[in-house]
């Protein structure tokens, strides 16, 4: 009777296991997922950071255009 129980308990502990082997399998397919998507979120930011670099550089740019003395010939 102990022989029977201990292979129960054996065949609970091995279907525990496999359950155990594709969720730790699905996690790291989520985690995977989640690392793409955080460098993903990162090249945006880079994008929309060097989008306002240049916006500021070009507004730089035409104020100093307005602030040169125009390059003409003096009467």
């Given at each position: 009777?102990?022989?029977?129980?201990?292979?129960?308990?054996?065949?609970?502990?091995?279907?525990?296991?496999?359950?155990?082997?594709?969720?730790?399998?699905?996690?790291?397919?989520?985690?995977?997922?989640?690392?793409?998507?955080?460098?993903?979120?990162?090249?945006?930011?880079?994008?929309?950071?060097?989008?306002?670099?240049?916006?500021?550089?070009e507004?730089?740019?035409?104020?100093?255009?307005?602030?040169?003395p125009?390059?003409?010939?003096?009467?």
């Amino acid at each position: 009777n102990s022989l029977s129980h201990a292979e129960w308990k054996n065949q609970q502990l091995e279907t525990e296991n496999k359950a155990l082997k594709l969720e730790n399998r699905e996690l790291k397919v989520s985690k995977n997922l989640l690392d793409d998507l955080s460098e993903v979120i990162t090249e945006k930011e880079v994008t929309s950071l060097n989008k306002r670099l240049e916006n500021l550089r070009e507004t730089r740019e035409l104020s100093r255009k307005r602030h040169e003395p125009t390059k003409g010939r003096s009467i």
